[in-house]
């Protein structure tokens, strides 16, 4: 059976397979749920699984053809460019 653990903050640390009955305890400080949901980076609130938040994407980088199309002189087209790549 699938067993979380979670610490003392209600972070689930790591996901495991245990029978519940071999001699074995989890980690000072956590403990371990039964549970088929969740996995490390996940919570555990108020008897629930709470899913870690998904970070927003970063957005993409403009192309260069994209650099070249905003920029009206040379000098705006290398500075643009430098940005990007700092």
Do not use: H
């Amino acid at each position: 059976m699938k067993y979380i653990i979670v610490d003392a903050d209600g972070l689930i640390t790591n996901a495991i397979e245990w029978d519940g009955e071999a001699e074995w305890s989890p980690p000072e400080g956590c403990t371990a749920i039964a549970s088929e949901d969740g996995g490390p980076g996940d919570s555990y609130i108020d008897g629930a699984v709470v899913p870690a938040p998904v970070p927003e994407p970063e957005p993409a980088a403009p192309t260069f053809e994209e650099l070249v199309a905003q920029a009206s002189t040379f000098a705006e087209l290398k500075r643009l460019v430098a940005e990007q790549l700092a």
